[in-house]
């Protein structure tokens, strides 16, 4: 076992759940934190070295080869569609994108939103299930706080990713249309995948028996 498997990591909610995860089934090294000032760490023993990444740039990292494989949202492979290989559904960070409008514009069917404004951070996926509907709208691209539009009077309505849906309540948005669940995906460069495949292969059955036991 001469090369190493590089595993970029996201940052953010999925992070100390990979770690603990891939931990599990020998895949870990000192000092892998979210915080750490090494942006690249490397276990010399088991030839592993994890890339900590912006959650965004982690199926970029993986498409090109800088890492084998990664931990990403299938928020974010939808969103970006990428040219990788899905290995595994994790089945953990659970969220779901929903289309919301203020409380008080609610309307009875979903083609009485028809050329209205759309804010929110997944533009393609909006535009992907607004163009299904066979619905005309104008998305805008957010980085950040998508809830804010509808309140200062940037879009009427948003696309975006909930969990509990508190925030919605609290700034007076109702969920209109739930648009697809995402859980965090193990995923794989191409290449990677045939060139290191038994070691890959392995990891994935590993992990599959550590996820089916947590499950019990």
């Known amino acids: 076992?001469?090369?190493?498997?590089?595993?970029?990591?996201?940052k953010g909610k999925l992070f100390d759940k990979s770690v603990r995860l891939l931990a599990k089934v020998g895949y870990s090294a000192e000092n892998v934190t979210e915080d750490s000032r090494?942006?690249?760490?490397?276990?010399?023993?088991?030839?592993?070295?994890?890339?900590?990444?912006?959650?965004?740039?982690?199926?970029?990292?993986?498409?090109?080869g800088a890492a084998d494989i990664g931990i990403i949202g299938k928020d974010v492979?939808?969103?970006?569609?990428?040219?990788v290989v899905e290995l595994l559904d994790l089945g953990f960070g659970r969220c779901r994108l929903m289309m919301a409008v203020p409380e008080a514009k609610r309307r009875a069917k979903l083609t009485d939103y028809a050329h209205l404004r759309v804010a929110t951070k997944y533009p393609n996926c909006a535009k992907a299930y607004f163009n299904k509907l066979g619905i005309q709208t104008e998305i805008v691209k957010l980085n950040g706080?998508?809830?804010?539009?509808?309140?200062?009077?940037?879009?009427?309505?948003?696309?975006?990713?909930?969990?509990?849906?508190?925030?919605?309540?609290?700034?007076k948005l109702a969920e209109v249309d739930?648009?697809?669940?995402?859980?965090?995906?193990?995923?794989?460069?191409?290449?990677?995948f045939k060139l290191k495949f038994a070691r890959l292969h392995k990891l994935v059955e590993d992990l599959r028996i550590v996820l089916n036991e947590e499950d019990k």
């Open 178 to 192: 739930s648009i697809f669940t995402a859980t965090a995906r193990l995923i794989a460069n191409r290449a990677s």
């Open 1 to 10: 076992m001469d090369e190493y498997i590089t595993i970029a990591l996201p």
């Open 145 to 171: 706080s998508i809830e804010l539009g509808p309140i200062v009077g940037l879009s009427e309505m948003i696309v975006d990713i909930v969990e509990t849906g508190r925030t919605l309540k609290e700034n």
């Open 38 to 64: 090494k942006l690249v760490i490397s276990n010399e023993g088991t030839k592993v070295r994890f890339i900590i990444a912006k959650t965004v740039d982690v199926p970029t990292y993986v498409e090109y």
């Open 77 to 83: 492979l939808l969103e970006q569609d990428k040219d």
